[in-house]
């Protein structure tokens, strides 16, 4: 069975650009959630989606964005991109909430 | 609210040797419980999970953790370590309607 897959595995912008990243969960799992991760704040949630609705969403700037298809494929989007995006940003599925995630490798962008 | 706080930020300990990395939560609701692991440039996989039942949560690579609710804690164990083991050690907590909350995470690094 195929993992979690995140595309592209590394990014660059420069500031003011806007990015989307992808993420297809694995077969059969219906929830997606979105994470940034950076050496300074740790790994903070960002959304989590299921059956294409946002169940949840964390203390981010609403220049973050994202949506779920009826496949339980994912994108997140970033507008006006700031230096301090620059992260790792890691997107894990469940079969279910509460369940546990499987997390793909991550998007890597730096903002030049 | 829940907060989770991995009290060591990093552990260095030698080859075949045991290991406890340490982690305490906070939260008002009843909460399922995870340890994850990072290896470097790739997402985190999960090493275990307490969701309820036993206590005591056997997981993969030898690991285990003991859930102990009267001290809201869920230490990671394991009787001994091998140098594959070096990696970044990440607990989570999840409860309720409330988003995941990960720890700062525990550098384990393992010396021959």
């Known amino acids: 069975k195929a993992g979690v897959t995140q595309t592209p595995r590394y990014l660059i912008k420069t500031r003011g650009q806007q990015v989307t990243l992808s993420c297809s969960p694995i077969s059969g799992h219906r929830s997606v959630s979105w994470y940034q991760q950076t050496p300074g704040q740790g790994l903070q949630f960002l959304f989590e989606?299921?059956?294409?609705?946002?169940?949840n969403k964390g203390n981010f700037p609403g220049r973050f964005s994202g949506r779920q298809f009826s496949n339980s494929r994912s994108e997140m989007n970033v507008s006006t991109l700031e230096l301090g995006d620059s992260a790792l940003y890691l997107c894990?599925?469940?079969?279910?909430?509460?369940?546990?995630?499987?997390f793909g490798d991550g998007t890597r962008l730096s903002i030049l | 609210a829940q907060s989770v706080t991995q009290l060591d930020s990093q552990v260095p300990v030698f080859e075949e040797a045991p290991v406890e990395l340490r982690c305490n939560y906070s939260?008002?609701?009843?909460?399922?419980l995870f340890w994850y692991v990072q290896y470097p440039n790739q997402g985190l996989q999960l090493l275990l999970k307490?969701?309820?039942?036993?206590?005591l949560v056997k997981g993969i690579n030898g690991f285990e953790a003991e859930f102990n609710k009267s001290q809201t804690s869920f230490h990671l164990r394991k009787p001994s370590v091998h140098i594959s083991d070096t990696a970044e050690y990440f607990c989570?907590?999840?409860?309720?309607?409330?988003?995941?909350?990960f720890g700062r995470g525990t550098s384990l690094i393992v010396h021959p």
């Open positions: 989606y299921f059956s294409e609705t946002q169940r």
């Open positions: 307490y969701l309820s039942g036993s206590t």
């Open positions: 989570a907590v999840k409860g309720g309607s409330y988003i995941p909350t």
């Open positions: 894990a599925s469940s079969l279910e909430v509460d369940q546990p995630q499987h």
């Open positions: 939260s008002s609701v009843s909460v399922y």
